[in-house]
């Protein structure tokens, strides 16, 4: 609970006084990403970034996840769709592991199953690109 009233009081003040955010969506998912501890050092990291943004500027593309979100997101890396689903996967898992179970329950809580313990690629991306859109960046 007191994680959460910070995580609020920390929205409020990047927010500033008139309750509009300056920050691009860039900025706010660099800032999403590092709270749910996905370092920037990981290789999926860039394809993990750039797929949350495809999502935000597109919504359709969350409903062709394998089909068309992870082509375009191989081609601007010069991978293959397969490559950059693992990739993004390995990223997710190791912040998973390593995150602020906090954090991850603000964020997350709707979304994770029981069995499964963390939310899919798609959960994770399509939540992360809804925020951006809505304006409910923490």
Same mark, same amino acid.
């Given at each position: 609970?007191? *994680?959460?009233?910070?995580?609020?009081?920390?929205?409020?003040? *990047?927010?500033?006084?008139?309750?509009?955010?300056?920050? #691009?969506?860039?900025?706010?998912?660099?800032?999403?990403?590092?709270?749910?501890?996905?370092?920037?050092?990981?290789?999926?990291?860039?394809?993990? *970034?750039?797929?949350?943004?495809?999502?935000?500027?597109?919504?359709?593309?969350?409903?062709?996840? #394998?089909?068309?979100?992870?082509?375009?997101?191989?081609?601007?890396?010069?991978?293959?769709?397969?490559?950059?689903?693992?990739?993004?996967?390995?990223?997710?898992?190791?912040?998973?592991?390593?995150?602020?179970?906090?954090?991850?329950?603000?964020?997350?809580?709707?979304?994770?199953?029981?069995?499964?313990?963390?939310?899919?690629?798609?959960?994770?991306?399509?939540?992360?690109?809804?925020?951006?859109?809505?304006? *409910?960046?923490?």
């Amino acid at each position: 609970v007191m *994680r959460v009233k910070m995580l609020i009081k920390l929205s409020l003040y *990047r927010r500033g006084a008139g309750g509009v955010n300056e920050q #691009t969506y860039e900025q706010q998912l660099d800032r999403m990403l590092a709270e749910l501890s996905v370092s920037k050092r990981l290789f999926g990291y860039p394809m993990l *970034r750039r797929a949350v943004l495809l999502v935000a500027e597109r919504p359709a593309l969350i409903g062709a996840v #394998t089909k068309e979100l992870y082509p375009l997101v191989a081609a601007e890396f010069g991978m293959v769709p397969h490559q950059v689903e693992g990739a993004i996967r390995r990223a997710l898992v190791s912040a998973w592991e390593k995150g602020d179970t906090m954090v991850q329950k603000v964020y997350f809580d709707h979304t994770i199953s029981a069995k499964r313990g963390r939310p899919t690629n798609a959960e994770f991306i399509a939540d992360l690109a809804e925020r951006l859109r809505s304006g *409910r960046v923490f």
